[in-house]
């Protein structure tokens, strides 16, 4: 893969609109797997701590200062202090600036890692080790990127497997993203129909993120489903969720403005 080729697969995926804004309503219905629930369930406090919101960096560090003091050995508040840090350090490495980004996606890698060795039939070590594993492949060369992805998709795969719902069908919105975003066969894994796969699934579990409908807007867009992507950008401006953090919301819809204002452009031309 050429350098070029490297940065629209991991620098122009928009992997800081990746990761979830806040706490879904949680619940367990299979042992060791998290799923969103009505809304009627009252999710444990360890369930809602894991995803809640991040407001900054200055939130996020705070937020790990709690994660790390007086870590337990064992049990569920481990584990999801554990799934907490892996986000975290993903956020720093996303929101941080030059050399800091690379240690701290190092060590969301670590802390995922732990989990995918402590808690194997759970989504939270797969899902965070992915995304992190994103983070190091936007740091890295061509080479190291390239050599990631593979393993990246696994992942993503393996958290599918075991909860497609988590973090607001996240594995779904990432890997419609890659699929989108990277050069197609002989160079990559870029494959729009598998995209429109993912994505159209992301926006059946989680409707009202405003990031699966901007992803599925665009691609439908880049094929020429003009109505179907309009709809999809409707969506974006009435959604209540953004797939980061909550002020990534406006970004998001002042994006999908931009290509409404495109697609009627469109229209006018053709007409």
Same mark, same amino acid.
């Given at each position: 893969m050429t350098s070029s080729a490297s940065l629209v697969l991991f620098g122009m995926l928009g992997i800081s609109l990746l990761v979830g804004d806040s706490a879904p309503i949680l619940g367990i219905d299979k042992p060791g797997i998290v799923?969103?629930?009505? @809304?009627?369930?009252?999710?444990?406090?360890?369930?809602?701590?894991?995803?809640?919101?991040?407001? !900054?960096?200055?939130?996020?560090?705070?937020?790990?200062s709690g994660c790390k003091q007086n870590l337990p050995?064992? !049990?569920e508040e481990r584990t999801f202090r554990l799934s907490s840090l892996a986000r975290l350090y993903f956020f720093l490495g996303e929101a941080g600036d030059g050399k800091a980004r690379k240690p701290n996606y190092e060590? !969301?890698?670590n802390y995922a890692s732990l989990l995918v060795e402590e808690q194997p039939q759970r989504v939270e070590g797969y899902y965070w080790l992915a995304l992190n594993l994103?983070?190091?492949?936007? @740091?890295s060369g061509a080479k190291a990127a390239l050599s990631l992805l593979p393993r990246i998709i696994e992942l993503l795969e393996t958290s599918l497997h075991f909860d497609e719902t988590y973090d607001q069908a996240g594995s779904h919105r990432v890997l419609g993203r890659i699929y989108?975003?990277?050069p197609g066969w002989p160079l990559s894994v870029g494959d729009v129909q598998k995209s429109l796969q993912h994505l159209s699934q992301s926006v059946t579990i989680a409707p009202q993120n405003s990031t699966?409908? &901007?992803? &599925?807007?665009?691609?439908?867009?880049s094929t020429g489903k003009a109505k179907e992507a309009n709809?999809?950008?409707?969506? @974006?401006?009435? !959604?209540?969720?953004?797939? &980061?953090?909550?002020k990534g919301l406006a970004?998001?819809?002042?994006?999908?403005?931009?290509?409404?204002?495109?697609l009627n452009a469109r229209r006018e031309f053709v007409s």
């Open positions: 799923r969103e629930q009505a @809304v009627g369930h009252q999710p444990s406090a360890w369930e809602g701590f894991s995803l809640r919101p991040i407001t !900054g960096l200055e939130g996020a560090q705070q937020q790990i050995v064992r !049990g060590q !969301g890698c994103c983070g190091l492949a936007s @740091v989108y975003r990277a699966n409908q &901007l992803f &599925l807007a665009e691609v439908l867009y709809r999809a950008l409707e969506k @974006v401006l009435n !959604g209540t969720r953004h797939a &980061l953090w909550p970004e998001d819809q002042q994006k999908a403005q931009q290509l409404i204002r495109e």
